[in-house]
């Protein structure tokens, strides 16, 4: 089949969802798909589009054994702008709409969430070209939008609401990334025979584990440590407040670091609490090339997965994986409800705390601290578990298997 990939975000860019369809699209190529992809100008790593593609209205490359089309879009100076994000996935609409009329043919498409209005496009999409589109579920919108209260008007709540019951509506099939996810959406209301609960994934190759004393390690001090990391997006859902309460509660061990790498809208406000705090054992390190990713987990003697208190059902960090492919243990503070929750007392690869509970997470990084061969056992565990059931191979062949049954479904 001839795939079109709709997705605002792809490789070069070290989003989550850029790497997650990069290396979708090239497993699908290796199953004998033949993979097009429509993107945006590369922004998201430095919040404006990088210098190589401004000025540019629409370009092609070549990745792999995929054909790139590159389109421009509204990149706001301030990510935590609603009118400037909303501009941003509307200008990227209109460019990936008017890009997917003039490539050609195409079989069905492909189009991860977020953002929510890329489902819009792959239905104009599939309705002029006489195809089926799958949407994929990576955040389901606008619920977590509302919880963390970016969404406050109930005018625009509302009109939200009625996008996703649209696109789900009108999409040939929805992948949801957890069956949370999935009963979300049968709450929702849409049809289960339409829900196909795919999960996210790792390139087990490159997701590897290293030496705990590496480059990484060593460049940044931290040979002697016991390393507890967070590694991504320093955004409003993390709940990272916690980490350093946490923090505060541990400063008797003094060869603890509590290591928190990346950027995003909370990061000031995050830096200057921990200056305020006077805290020596927290360290903040911006965000790393996509090629570190092994030793900059293998760094670490533990993860870290924080997340608000109700969110936790709304979201499948792809960090886990990334934290248990590398073979370390997990420290997660998570709903018990959660698939989060589920994944690693099934791997038995960490310890789950309630969210928000910054005297439970000193505890469980004080257990692992003083239990070194349990924390070694979790992550032993976690990269067997991954490897058996979260490998980019197995998923693609879950997505192929949805694109040859679409074949016999009506385009909406």
Known sequence: ????????????????????????????????????????????????????????????????????????????????????????????????????????RFDAILAPSPPLTNGITAWALSRIKGVPFIYNVQDIYPDVAVRLGVLKNRAVIRFFEQVERFVYRKAAAVSVISDCFKANLLRKGVPEWKVEVIPNFIDENFVRPLPRHNAFSKEHDLDDKFVALFAGNVGLSQGLETLLEAALCLQNLQDLRIVIVGDGASKTALVERAHALGLNN???????????????????????????????????????????GVGRPVIAGVDSESDTHRVIQTAGCGLCIPPEDAKALASALQELYEDRALAEKMGRAGRDYVVQHFTCQKVAQRYSALFESLKSRSVH
């Open 282 to 324: 927290v360290i903040f390190l911006p965000l790393q090339p996509y090629e570190r990713v092994p030793e900059l987990y293998s760094a670490a003697d533990v993860g870290l997965i924080p997340l608000r208190r109700g969110l936790t059902e709304d979201s499948v960090p792809s960090k886990l994986f990334t934290i248990m």
């Open 1 to 104: 089949m001839r795939i079109l990939l709709l997705t605002t975000y792809f490789r070069p860019e070290s989003a989550t969802n850029a790497i997650l369809m990069t290396l979708l699209g090239e497993e699908l190529t290796r199953q004998g798909h033949e993979v097009v992809v429509i993107t945006g100008m590369p922004h998201y790593d430095q919040n404006r589009i990088w210098p190589a593609y401004r000025g540019k209205l629409w370009m092609q490359e070549q990745i792999g054994s995929m054909r790139v089309y590159r389109v421009y879009l509204y990149v706001p100076s301030k990510k935590t702008s609603f009118w400037g994000r909303l501009l941003n996935y509307l200008s990227f609409n209109l460019t990936s709409g008017i890009a997917g009329l003039l490539i050609g």
